[in-house]
């Protein structure tokens, strides 16, 4: 496997190790600690995908730009139901509380989901690139 691939494909797997520590301490956090996580974790988050959008447009990738068109369906879709919990977040009523709580497990179980996608699709993708490098070297 190239060694790009496999520096990644490690990155990513820190990534998941952190993600993993991060939630685990958090329930042992006070509310301003978690407050502060989360912010860390958006600041982190919008890093990458500034990352993602600048290396599409260098390297012109014809595969990625399905991902960033499937991100930005993702993300409008993500923004709608937390819009719909910010509305609700305010509502000190314990049905409503619970309702919001219920709708943010929701969305975290459907990112896990989407992350699951997307790491299937990642494995599939550097199979291929490996293929496609063999193909390639046994016809020099």
């Not at 599409?56 to 499937?70: D, F, R, S, Y």
């Not at 509502?91 to 989901?113: G, P, S, T």
Request: hydrophobic share 40%.
């Amino acid at each position: 496997m190239g060694e790009k691939l496999s520096e990644d494909l490690q990155e990513l797997s820190d990534q998941v190790a952190d993600t993993k520590n991060t939630v685990a301490a958090a329930g042992q956090k006070s509310k301003e600690k978690v407050e502060a996580s989360i912010k860390k974790s958006k600041e982190a988050a919008k890093a990458r995908q500034e990352s993602f959008k600048t290396n599409i447009k260098q390297t012109h990738a014809t595969g990625a730009c399905h991902w960033e068109e499937l991100q930005e369906i993702y993300n409008q879709k993500i923004q709608q139901i937390k819009n719909k919990r910010e509305t609700e977040k305010e509502a000190r009523d314990v049905k409503k509380a619970m309702k919001r709580a219920d709708d943010a497990e929701d969305y975290a179980e459907a990112a896990i989901m989407f992350a699951s996608l997307a790491i299937d699709e990642a494995e599939i993708a550097i199979l291929e690139a490996i293929d496609a490098r063999a193909y390639a070297e046994m016809l020099e």
